[in-house]
Nanobody
């Protein structure tokens, strides 16, 4: 069984910073792409940032320059460093990873449980 375990959410003032972590736990062959999505109340889930196994990154336009995605392949962990946070960044943030359980199985999308980020004075 594979799980993505997130941590690092919380309440922060505008202009502040937070760092989210997401670790893949369980038995698997390989983790391909990893990333972060977010969902604000009444809105659809949207991509925040993603990173390939080789370290190539992709960001949503509104996060460029403020957020940084990184990963530690040895720890099966992806991080999201969020700086200059704004109230509109308030959302539940979800970790995502494409994981192959064995060498002969196709990649499957896994999701974390979500962590709340609230940006408020």
């Amino acid at each position: 069984q594979v799980q993505l375990v997130e941590s690092g959410g919380g309440l922060v003032q505008p202009g502040g910073s937070l760092r989210l972590s997401c670790a893949a736990a369980g038995s698997f062959f390989r983790i391909n792409g990893m990333g972060w999505y977010r969902q604000a109340p009444g809105k659809q889930r949207e991509l925040v940032a993603s990173i390939t196994s080789g370290g190539r990154t992709n960001y949503a336009d509104s996060m460029k320059g403020r957020f940084t995605v990184s990963r530690d392949n040895a720890k099966n962990t992806v991080y999201l460093q969020m700086n200059s946070l704004k109230p509109e960044d308030t959302a539940v943030y979800y970790c995502n990873a494409g994981i192959r359980r064995t060498a002969w199985r196709d990649e499957v999308d896994y999701w974390g449980q979500g962590t709340q980020v609230t940006v408020s004075p």
